[in-house]
């Protein structure tokens, strides 16, 4: 059983906005790091976003870099990512990941995806 669950994806037009959010089923998100992936079809999976336990700060990779935001909403046990100016090449399955640290290359706990399809 999947101890995250992603929701929030569909089809957008290239330009356009979408919010991603990652749900715990048993997990306090607060003590992990949540790691957002995507993989398109016949590519390699892609780390494209890391918010650390607790406060700790986030980082994103260069292909999303300046366009997608994570963030923490621990009330409600909650991490989202904001998707702006959405490009073709962002076409992907999105999943979240708890990790002990985003440095860390151990992944504790997947959700099952959400896929984001950017077409005109």
């Known amino acids: 059983q999947e101890q995250l669950v992603e929701s929030g994806g569909g089809l957008v037009q290239p330009g356009g906005s979408l919010t991603l959010s990652c749900a715990a089923s048993e997990l306090t998100l607060w003590a992990y790091a949540i790691n957002w992936f995507r993989q398109a079809p016949g590519k390699e999976r892609e780390g494209i976003s890391c918010i650390d336990y607790g406060d700790g700060g986030s980082t994103y990779s260069d292909s999303v870099k300046g366009r997608f935001t994570i963030s923490r909403d621990n009330a409600k046990n909650m991490v989202y990512l904001q998707m702006n100016s959405l490009k073709p090449e962002d076409t992907a399955i999105y999943y979240c990941?708890?990790?002990?640290?985003?440095?860390?290359?151990?992944?504790?706990?997947w959700g099952q995806g959400t896929q984001v399809t950017v077409s005109s």
């Open positions: 990941a708890a990790k002990s640290r985003c440095d860390s290359d151990y992944v504790g706990a």
